[in-house]
């Protein structure tokens, strides 16, 4: 099993900067994709980015050229930079991961999520 846990969210105004830190235990060797979602107050959870292991990296509309989603295997750590921040970008982010366990067959393994909050 995978074990995920988020950091970094926080307060910061229109316009600020946060990275989001999603720290990976367990058997991280079979983690073969991540990404980070959000969800707002009374909102489904939605796609943020992706990123694959050979490293294609994908983007929601309206984060595209503010977020940058990285990882550093060394660390077993994922990454989520965030630029320009918006108030609408205010949500719980949730780190995920796909975990290979046999074949084709992967399992979902979430964080408990880190609060981002942007208001003035």
């Known amino acids: 099993q995978v074990q995920l846990v988020e950091s970094g969210g926080g307060l910061v105004q229109p316009g600020g900067s946060l990275r989001l830190s999603c720290a990976a235990s367990?058997?991280?060797?079979?983690?073969?994709?991540m990404g980070w979602y959000r969800q707002a107050p009374g909102k489904q959870r939605e796609l943020v980015a992706t990123?694959?292991?050979?490293?294609?990296?994908n983007y929601a509309d309206s984060v595209k050229g503010r977020l940058t989603i990285s990882r550093d295997n060394a660390k077993n750590t994922g990454y989520l930079k965030m630029n320009s921040l918006k108030t609408e970008d205010t949500a719980v982010f949730y780190c995920?991961?796909?975990?290979?366990?046999?074949?084709?067959?992967?399992?979902?393994?979430w964080g408990r999520g880190t609060q981002v909050t942007v208001s003035s």
């Open positions: 995920n991961v796909k975990v290979l366990v046999y074949a084709s067959l992967s399992l979902d393994y």
């Open positions: 367990g058997r991280t060797a079979s983690i073969n994709a």
């Open positions: 990123l694959s292991n050979g490293g294609i990296a």
